[in-house]
């Protein structure tokens, strides 16, 4: 992947597969934990 876009891809995501087309760059990204935190409890 460009260095250029991992300032854009949080660490919590695994980037699966990038697709670059003239107009526009797709990334399939998944998440690294099969579980995730409560953004109000952290539980």
Known sequence: ???RLLP???SSLRVVAVTAEPEH?????VPR???AC????RR
């Open 1 to 3: 992947m460009p260095k």
């Open 33 to 35: 934990s099969a579980a």
């Open 25 to 29: 760059v797709t990334v399939l990204a």
């Open 8 to 10: 854009f891809i949080p």
């Open 38 to 41: 409560c953004p109000v409890c």
